[in-house]
């Protein structure tokens, strides 16, 4: 099983640079950024869609997660490097795709984009998401990215985007595309993952849980004739409990990524440390 970390190296919290090659250097196989645009200063809902929540200046303090992630591929040379995640609808998907190809081509094939949709309706908005639709949106999207690295004369004509033929470059290195995990909870998610995606990427699951969704994406997969070891998962939580971490193992993880705070007052550095005993334990 591998181990990652996941934080949103806040503005002036860390030298990811440095970061990221102490990762390397204790053996941990990936890092991973989120991504926060903008912040409402009335938002209607706070994380994870709780109406009347407030949200905290951390999502507002965080930098772009494809500029992090190029700053990391420059200081390292195995160390995976993921989105956890990339509001993919808050895109133009073909720009995305460009920013996306480059960055797996300058780290020799080293990125895993996670994607999810978010749960804040005016950040959405003001970045051109369908935020009531906006599976639908990351769905189309995900799909025109998927012509741009594979086709030599991509073209579409869909419901959000339309183009004629184009020629695009670079293509990723990893072939046919980076590895895509989609986020998310709902039962809905694995026919998702199931139909347009590597595999899944839930957040702060108990094991029980994550045991019940390995058997729902292996019927998922059953159903499109897919084999349902061809689907990874990937758990993001901030539990550190060695028994827990066996647990998901034992539940069908294939990835632990670890969430740390990286806001003022806390030391990435030592979590870093601590985690990496966790994953040599």
């Known amino acids: 099983m591998h181990f990652g970390i996941h934080s949103a190296f806040h503005t002036g919290s860390v030298d990811l640079a440095e970061f990221a090659a102490r990762c390397e250097q204790l053996g941990l196989e990936s890092l991973w950024l989120p991504e926060h645009t903008v912040i409402p200063v009335n938002p209607s809902v706070g994380p994870g869609g709780v109406v009347g929540?407030?949200?905290?200046?951390?999502?507002?303090?965080?930098?772009?997660?494809?500029?992090?992630l190029t700053i990391a591929a420059a200081a390292t040379k195995t160390l995976r490097l993921g989105t956890g995640v990339l509001l993919v609808p808050e895109h133009h998907p073909v720009d995305l795709a460009k920013r996306i190809s480059s960055l797996d081509f300058y780290s020799g094939g080293r990125f895993i984009l996670g994607v999810g949709t978010g749960w804040q309706p005016e950040e959405s908005a003001a970045l051109g998401g369908d935020f009531p639709?906006?599976?639908?949106?990351?769905?189309?999207?995900?799909?025109?990215?998927?012509?741009?690295?594979?086709?030599?004369?991509?073209?579409h004509?869909?419901?959000?985007?339309?183009?004629?033929?184009?020629?695009?470059?670079?293509?990723?290195?990893?072939?046919?595309?980076?590895?895509?995990?989609l986020g998310?909870?709902?039962?809905?998610?694995?026919?998702?993952?199931?139909?347009?995606?590597?595999?899944?990427?839930p957040w702060g699951i108990a094991p029980d849980?994550?045991?019940a969704g390995r058997r729902l994406l292996n019927d998922a997969c059953d159903r499109i004739g897919r084999a349902g070891d061809?689907?990874?998962?990937?758990?993001?939580?901030?539990?550190?409990?060695?028994?827990?971490?066996?647990?998901?193992?034992?539940?069908?993880?294939?990835?632990?990524?670890?969430?740390?705070?990286?806001?003022?007052?806390?030391?990435?550095?030592?979590?870093?440390?601590?985690?990496?005993?966790?994953?040599?334990?």
């Open 209 to 211: 849980e994550l045991a």
């Open 230 to 281: 061809t689907a990874s998962i990937t758990v993001f939580t901030n539990n550190r409990d060695p028994d827990v971490i066996d647990a998901y193992s034992a539940a069908g993880a294939d990835r632990i990524v670890i969430t740390m705070d990286s806001t003022p007052g806390h030391d990435p550095f030592a979590r870093l440390e601590q985690v990496a005993k966790l994953a040599a334990s």
């Open 133 to 155: 639709r906006r599976w639908a949106q990351a769905s189309e999207s995900l799909e025109i990215m998927k012509k741009l690295w594979t086709e030599n004369e991509p073209e």
């Open 184 to 201: 998310g909870s709902t039962t809905r998610v694995f026919d998702r993952v199931a139909a347009m995606a590597n595999g899944w990427a």
């Open 157 to 181: 004509n869909g419901h959000y985007h339309s183009f004629p033929k184009l020629r695009f470059h670079p293509q990723p290195v990893q072939k046919p595309h980076p590895p895509i995990l």
């Open 53 to 68: 929540g407030t949200i905290p200046d951390s999502y507002l303090l965080m930098t772009d997660p494809l500029i992090g």
